[in-house]
């Protein structure tokens, strides 16, 4: 079957860095996704990771291995609007996204 | 990035009718949408898959009858609530998938429904 994990809530400083873990067991891999998404609205593509190593986005980054299904997002000087759920996906063969329970992230001034 | 549409935001309706929510890929021509229903705190829970000019493809529990799926062309994806009960209030959300991208889904903004 598959199966995608994270922690369910975080919390971080304002300016500080914070890194949201997500594994993941899956038949066949299409890649990694992670979304943001902010309380009551749709969630936002954030990145794409389909290879092995770090994507950086500016004050965000992702990183993958394929090989220990292991991904994470990390969030370089938290602003206080960053405060939201982050959700990692991996698609299906069928390209239907399997969904993880999202990470609550809570920033603190 | 490929923008969606849904309309309604929101909308309140009473018991036993029905409420039709729109989900439009403006820019981008979608073979395939997806619409998801999310509670209060909780995750994204995919009720169906919607192809274009074929059946939509329903997740076990979702009754079909109930939640009428029509995704008539190619930009153009309906989510039909009959007889609405107040336990479907929810946040519903479609998404399109470019089919010339990266297979990543975009969101439309969601329609929030309250059941009164």
């Known amino acids: 079957g598959q199966n995608i994990d994270q922690p369910t809530e975080m919390t971080a400083t304002e300016g500080a860095i914070v890194q949201i873990n997500c594994t993941y067991q899956?038949?066949?891999?299409?890649?990694l996704f992670w979304y943001q998404q902010h309380a009551g609205e749709a969630p936002t593509f954030l990145s794409y990771?389909?290879l092995d190593g770090l994507e950086e986005k500016g004050r965000f980054s992702s990183f993958l291995s394929r090989s220990k299904g292991y991904s994470y997002l990390l969030l370089k000087e938290l602003q206080m609007k960053d405060s939201a759920s982050y959700l990692c996906a991996v698609p299906d063969s069928n390209y239907q996204l399997i969904w993880g329970a999202g990470t609550k992230l809570i920033i603190k001034p | 990035g490929a923008v969606v549409s849904q309309h309604p935001s929101w909308v309140i309706c009473k018991s036993g009718t029905s409420v039709k929510i729109e989900c439009r890929s403006l820019d981008f021509q979608a073979t395939t949408m997806f619409w998801y229903r999310q509670f209060p705190k909780q995750s994204l829970m995919l009720m169906a898959t919607s192809n274009e000019g074929s059946k939509a493809t329903y997740e076990q529990g979702v009754e079909k009858d109930k939640f009428l799926i029509n995704h008539a062309s190619l930009t153009l994806s309906t989510l039909t609530v009959t007889s609405a009960h107040p336990e479907d209030s929810s946040f519903y959300i479609c998404?399109?998938?470019?089919?010339?991208?990266?297979?990543?889904?975009?969101f439309g903004p969601g329609t929030r429904l309250t059941v009164t």
């Open positions: 899956t038949s066949g891999f299409n890649g």
């Open positions: 990771n389909v």
């Open positions: 998404s399109a998938r470019d089919p010339q991208g990266i297979h990543e889904q975009y």
